[in-house]
Structure formats: structure tokens, C-alpha cells
């Protein structure tokens, strides 16, 4: 298992105690729909407890978690239209974390973005979720997120150890996009939507870039405080990876996503690097990630 010297660290410091692999935050805003019409908040709340109950005790990993294990996920919603009493259609951001090992720094696995959200809910109504059959809308969206998650995190700490993850997350997608009435999501429609991410995560081009991401966590900021200077190489090996996968993947919401959760990072990374390292970082982020070039110049200076 990824983390069997730290569980191996907890038995022996206290008795090793299981939960839930997801530790999922979620909010639920509706200040739009309070300027449509008159919204129940009282509903609202129980939406959002619904939502965190589900992804936060559905045991979506057959591994066992000790409570400090469980991945870090936040999921915000907001709810921007509702044309019928329970039907709602939003947006939402789910956020991925996991903590540098030898540090107290968090890192961000994942920043996605999901603009194609709709569903039903009424507190009234009992939601049932069958991996294996589509349901319902809302607790395969959830399901979606969770099992994305997991993906990352796994893919983090073993090379293409997500892959049980990754095809439940497409086994969801094929069911959704075969039974659901909102298909914007969940089909060949759109570059940046659910079917786009796991798609692409599927490819066999994209399989170095997942590998890439066990090496940037692991064999990078996982040693940075002891090995700082083998982790910038890592870092630039990395983006050379990602480099010649961009080339032939354009506007990728893999790609997009990774540095919408890195930049920042990866600046702070590369600031100590040499000259030259500097300078080849510089060229690489600002081809691969150019909205943010204006921070990387300063890694000309």
C-alpha cells in the first residue's frame, strides 16, 4: 500500500483506528437563486449535508485509512439557476490536497473546474446510487468527484496507482453519458468537461504524464527540504514530460488543470534554481502556461 511506512509508524505509536478514505469540505452557495425567487434555506442546508454525507462516508477505496490519511478534498458549489422546484443547475470546483512529507506544507493535487452541472434534489426524496447502473444524476456527479480524487492521490504516491480509480471514475462517465438527461457533462462535447478529463486520462499519451506525477511528488517535493537540488531537476524533467505531451494535445484540461493547480508552486520551486535552470523553466512555463507568464519573468530576473 502507498502508505504502509506511515501506518506502519502509527501502530507503533498508538493503535491504528480505520475510517473513510475521502475527508471532503463542501459549501453550497445560492445567493443566486435568492435573487430569482424565493429560496428555502433551510433546503439548501440539507443539500449540502446530503452532499457531505455521501462523499464523506461512501467507502469508495477498499484501503484502509487512518483518520490523519484520509485525502483533503474540497467541493464548492454554486447553484446558479433552478427552473423547477428541486431541479438546480450550477458550477462547481473540486480541489484535491495531500500533505509534503517531512514538512507542514499541503500541497494542491488538482484544481477542476465543472461548469456543466445540473441535477434534482428534494429533501423529501430518497437518492440511491448504484456504481454499476445509473440512478441519479446528483450522487454520480459526487461518486465522479470522489473517485477523481482518488485518483490523483494515488497516482501520487505509486506510478499509475490510480488506475482502479480511474476506471471506476469511467465506468461512471459510460453509464452517465448513456442514461442521463444533462449530457453536457458527461460527453464528447465540450474540451474541459468530465468526459474530456477522464478521457484523457484514459490515453495512452497520457500515461507519462501520470508517471511524471508519481516522480514530481515522491522523488520531488517529497525530499525537498533534504534534496532540494535533485527536486528542481525533477520538477524540469517533469515539465519536459509535459512538454512533449502538450504538443500533440492542445488546450488539454489535464494539462490546464495541473498548472492551474502548480503555478505558484512551481515558480516558488524554480526561484532558487541556477541561472540555467532558471532559464529553462522560465521557457517552458510560459510556453506550456502562458496566462501566467507575468509570474514566471520573474525568474528571469
Known amino acids: 500500500m502507498k502508505r504502509l511506512l506511515f501506518l506502519f509508524c502509527c501502530l507503533i505509536v498508538r493503535p491504528m483506528a480505520y475510517s473513510q478514505a475521502l475527508q471532503f469540505t463542501v459549501s453550497v ?9 424565493n429560496t428555502d434555506p433551510q433546503s ?12 464523506n462516508t461512501y467507502k469508495f477505496s477498499e484501503d484502509n485509512f487512518t483518520k490523519d490519511e484520509r485525502i483533503k478534498c474540497k467541493l464548492n458549489i454554486n447553484l446558479t439557476k433552478s427552473i423547477a422546484q428541486g431541479n438546480y443547475e450550477a458550477n462547481a470546483q473540486l480541489v484535491v490536497t495531500r500533505p509534503v512529507y ?3 506544507y499541503e500541497t494542491v493535487l488538482l484544481t477542476f473546474i465543472d461548469k456543466n452541472v445540473s441535477f434534482t434534489y428534494l429533501p423529501s426524496t430518497q ?6 447502473s445509473y440512478t441519479e444524476e446528483l450522487p454520480y456527479l459526487l461518486a465522479f468527484y470522489a473517485y477523481t480524487a482518488l485518483i490523483y492521490d494515488y497516482d501520487s504516491f505509486s506510478k499509475l ?6 476506471q471506476k471514475a469511467f ?8 442514461s442521463s438527461s444533462n449530457k453536457k457533462g458527461w460527453e464528447n462535447v465540450d474540451s474541459k468537461n468530465r468526459y474530456a478529463l477522464i478521457s484523457s486520462l484514459m490515453s495512452q499519451q497520457f500515461i507519462p504524464f501520470r508517471e511524471s506525477m508519481y516522480e514530481y511528488y515522491r522523488l520531488g517535493l517529497d525530499v525537498a527540504s533534504q534534496k532540494p537540488t535533485e527536486t528542481r531537476a525533477t520538477v524540469l524533467k517533469t515539465l519536459n514530460t509535459i512538454d512533449a505531451i502538450a504538443r500533440q494535445n492542445q488546450a488539454n484540461v489535464v494539462i490546464n488543470s495541473f498548472f492551474d493547480a502548480k503555478s505558484d508552486e512551481l515558480y516558488r520551486i524554480m526561484l532558487e534554481a541556477t541561472p540555467t535552470e532558471k532559464k ?9 502556461d502562458p496566462a501566467k507568464t507575468q509570474v514566471y519573468q520573474k525568474l528571469n530576473n
Not at 439548501?44 to 462523499?55: R, V
Not at 465506468?171 to 453519458?177: E, F, G, L
Not at 529553462?280 to 506550456?288: G, H, I, K, P, Q
Open 102 to 104: 517531512n514538512s507542514n
Open 171 to 178: 465506468n461512471i462517465v459510460n453509464q452517465a453519458r448513456n
Open 44 to 55: 439548501m442546508s440539507q443539500l449540502q449535508t446530503y452532499i457531505s454525507d455521501f462523499l
Open 127 to 132: 437518492l440511491y446510487f448504484n456504481e454499476n
Open 29 to 37: 452557495n445560492y445567493d443566486q437563486l435568492i435573487s430569482q425567487q
Open 161 to 166: 496507482g490510480g488506475n482502479p480509480y480511474l
Open 280 to 288: 529553462e523553466a522560465y521557457n517552458l512555463l510560459s510556453s506550456l
